[in-house]
């Protein structure tokens, strides 16, 4: 079974393995992976918060600066780009 992660070999990551409970223990190890594992979900809830902020500021931003006629102006230009790639798939 060959094991990559990394670039690191299967026999590499039980060397850590055999390191990290030398160095912490048995008893550590889960409180240690816990606190690792809660710190990366934070990481991302507050990714994924950011994210959804600057999505939605943007959104309401856009729905100031747009008008019914860029709108009208965008979905005409969509249509015709559509149209355009539409032929261009069927001559595939």
Excluded: C, W
Aim: charge should be negative; avoid cysteine.
């Amino acid at each position: 079974m060959y094991i990559s992660f990394l670039f690191i070999s299967g026999a590499e990551i039980a060397f850590i393995v055999f390191i990290l409970v030398m160095v912490f223990g048995a008893d550590k190890i889960p409180e240690i992976a816990r606190g690792l594992g809660q710190g990366m979900r934070q990481i991302k809830d507050a990714t994924n918060d950011i994210k959804n902020e600057i999505t939605q500021t943007s959104n309401e931003h856009l729905e100031d600066f747009r008008g019914k006629e860029i709108t009208d102006e965008v979905d005409k230009v969509k249509e015709e780009i559509e149209e355009i790639t539409g032929a261009i798939r069927r001559r595939r």
